[in-house]
């Protein structure tokens, strides 16, 4: 059950809580990316509670390929099998269906994928995912779709929605029948739906009008961030959201940057995710409260500073700007772990600081200073 406690009056902000069997996650939420059970960087699952992670997300068909849904539904489901207690959320496979283009057959009944591992043949359609999801036992389960490309020709988005529309229909029915099976490893498991319509908002706002008939508990805005700039990808958010039901979260798949977030909520949207704070901070690609930063920059050699002195994170805490470079450059895990720690503990920092501006009321001065600051590079 989705709650919405608070609305901006300046801008489309929301504040709520989804109740789930796993715990309440308060909204807007920033969801840590563990593709295959774990976060990269040497990360685990009870980290995550210390750099104030709400969701793990996990894929679907990462962990199909290994180590198999089945072997972690005999291991009492993803919570078990990774030893996190809190929300989960399994994507569905269908951004494979986009990123795999050249290993997979689209078809009425599913898709047909040549696996990335060891190009066995996969079939995935609607039901299998739900199945899959299922084993996986996941607090939030995606529905199966089609994330088409930006750009795509006009009359193959439209087939490809109405197509999606249909497998949504098969991913509730599927997901219901299988919550009533004993032996389910979450018999409450959320499902959601996805709008696509590539970047025409016609076929968007129709998409929306079809899938919200479903009464799903939550919707997602899927096929952004994915070659679109990013202006364009506002314009379709802005143009979707007025057909979003008010009382059901929301969710901008894949996205992104601080700064997208921001803008993001600021649209109306309660859910992100994203692998870019785990996959830069490997590379020494840190985000802070004055703006972007590289710590392989020669400038902090010798800086014995934390990398935020505003931040709390385990990195910030104990060690200096010089200590983690040196450790990136050294190839050792344990500075790739401290700057995953860091970006992590600041996208859910950022999130918690956004809720509290809700709560407060001050959302849209919080929205216009940091607006400014987050995507620029730090000067200190």
Not at 12 to 22: E, M, V
């Amino acid at each position: 059950m989705y709650i919405l406690d608070k609305t901006d009056p300046r801008s489309a902000a929301r504040r709520g809580r989804l109740i789930t069997p796993h715990g309440v996650i308060e909204t807007p939420v920033f969801m840590n990316v563990a593709t295959s059970a774990a976060i990269k960087g040497g990360v685990s699952a009870f980290d995550l509670r210390e750099v104030k992670c709400q969701v793990m997300l996990s894929n679907t068909y990462h962990l199909h390929i290994r180590p198999g849904d089945t072997l972690i539904h005999g291991q009492g489901g993803l919570q078990r099998f990774t030893g996190w207690d809190g929300p989960t959320l399994t994507d569905s496979g269908g951004f494979q269906v986009f990123s795999l283009a050249g290993l997979r057959k689209i078809k009425e009944e599913g898709v047909t994928f040549a696996s990335h591992i060891d190009g066995r043949r996969i079939f995935m359609g609607p039901e299998e995912s739900m199945r899959i999801q299922s084993h996986l036992g996941s607090t939030i389960a995606m529905a199966f779709d089609e994330c088409i490309e930006n750009p795509a020709e006009y009359n193959y988005v439209k087939r490809s929605c109405d197509r999606t529309a249909r497998w949504l229909a098969r991913c509730k029915a599927e997901l219901a029948r299988l919550n009533e099976l004993p032996g389910t490893v979450n018999p409450g498991q959320l499902l959601f739906g996805i709008n696509q319509g590539s970047t025409y908002a016609d076929l968007r706002i129709r998409h929306m009008e079809q899938i919200r008939e479903l009464d799903l508990p939550g919707y997602a805005i899927g096929g952004l961030a994915v070659g679109e700039e990013t202006e364009e990808m506002y314009r379709i958010i802005e143009a979707v959201e007025p057909y979003m039901p008010k009382d059901k979260p929301r969710y901008l798949m894949g996205v992104g940057t601080p700064l997208n977030i921001i803008e993001g909520v600021h649209r109306g949207i309660d859910f992100f995710d994203c692998v870019m704070p785990s996959r830069n901070a490997r590379h020494g690609n840190l985000f802070t409260w004055g703006g972007k930063m590289n710590l392989l920059n020669e400038k902090y050699a010798e800086d014995s500073r934390p990398i935020d002195e505003h931040c709390g994170c385990p990195a910030c805490r104990h060690h200096s700007r010089s200590y983690i470079r040196h450790l990136i450059k050294a190839k050792e895990m344990l500075g790739m772990r401290l700057a995953v720690l860091h970006n992590l503990y600041f996208y859910n920092d950022l999130t918690e600081k956004i809720r509290e501006a809700l709560d407060e009321g001050r959302y849209e001065e919080f929205y216009q200073h940091y607006r400014r600051i987050l995507g620029e590079r730090n000067p200190d």
